[in-house]
């Protein structure tokens, strides 16, 4: 079955630091993965996916995520982090080829301090 | 583009009575609906699949009496939370997909319902 695990509930990180929020997938065959954030008493904001292509994937906000079919891992990143990337962050893996559903990670804290 | 709004944003009700809740894709038809729900600190748990004109795919565990969820069209799903009691407080979001887009599902802001 398709998984994905997010190992960290909270990263903190100071203003200005680069950042990176871990992901790791299993699934049966390429996958498609793809990270949300979701700020408080909000609906989640997509921010980008891998589909096929390069390793490296670059999204919303200034975030890019890395494709390591190796390590299985989907990690998410940026150069610098701002206050305002506080939130909650999840990961996610569509569940099937012949399907939309999506299964995600338990999320990640995102602290960014000042 | 891609927009998705839901209705209300959050919502009281007595036990016992009925809410429900609307999944609009603003800006686009959305060929499929999910409804998810979600406690504080954790992540979503999926409730169901909704596609228009047919009946909603109901995940192991969900009561398919209890949440009622209607797609009547390709811009609109309601999830109806019959009978409510306080153990469905909760925060529910919907989301959308269109063929297209490329697979990522579009959000709703979510409704706070809280049942007293």
């Known amino acids: 079955a398709q998984s994905v695990a997010q190992p960290e509930d909270q990263v903190n990180v100071a203003e200005g630091n680069p950042l990176t929020v871990k992901c790791t997938y299993s699934?049966?065959?390429?996958?498609?993965l793809f990270w949300y954030v979701q700020y408080p008493n909000r609906g989640l904001q997509f921010l980008l996916k891998y589909i096929t292509g390069d390793n490296l994937v670059k999204g919303s906000y200034g975030f890019e995520a890395e494709f390591n079919k190796s390590q299985t891992s989907f990690h998410l990143k940026k150069p610098s982090a701002l206050v305002s990337d506080s939130a909650l962050y999840f990961c996610a893996v569509r569940a099937l080829y012949n399907t939309d559903k999506l299964i995600f990670g338990t999320g990640t804290r995102l602290q960014v301090f000042p | 583009g891609a927009v998705v709004s839901q209705h209300p944003s959050w919502v009281i009700c007595k036990s016992g009575t009925s809410v429900k809740i609307e999944c609009r894709s603003l800006?686009?038809?959305?060929?499929?609906m999910f409804w998810y729900r979600q406690f504080p600190k954790q992540s979503l748990m999926l409730m169901a699949t909704?596609?228009?004109?047919?009946?909603?795919?109901?995940e192991q565990g969900v009561e398919k009496d209890k949440f009622l969820i209607n797609h009547a069209s390709l811009t609109l799903s309601t999830l109806t939370v019959t009978s409510a009691h306080p153990e469905d407080s909760s925060f529910y979001i919907c989301?959308?997909?269109?063929?297209?887009?490329?697979?990522?599902?579009?959000f709703g802001p979510g409704t706070r319902l809280t049942v007293t």
């Open positions: 909704s596609n228009e004109g047919s009946k909603a795919t109901y």
């Open positions: 800006d686009f038809q959305a060929t499929t």
């Open positions: 699934v049966s065959g390429n996958p498609y």
């Open positions: 989301s959308a997909v269109t063929t297209g887009t490329g697979y990522e599902q579009y």
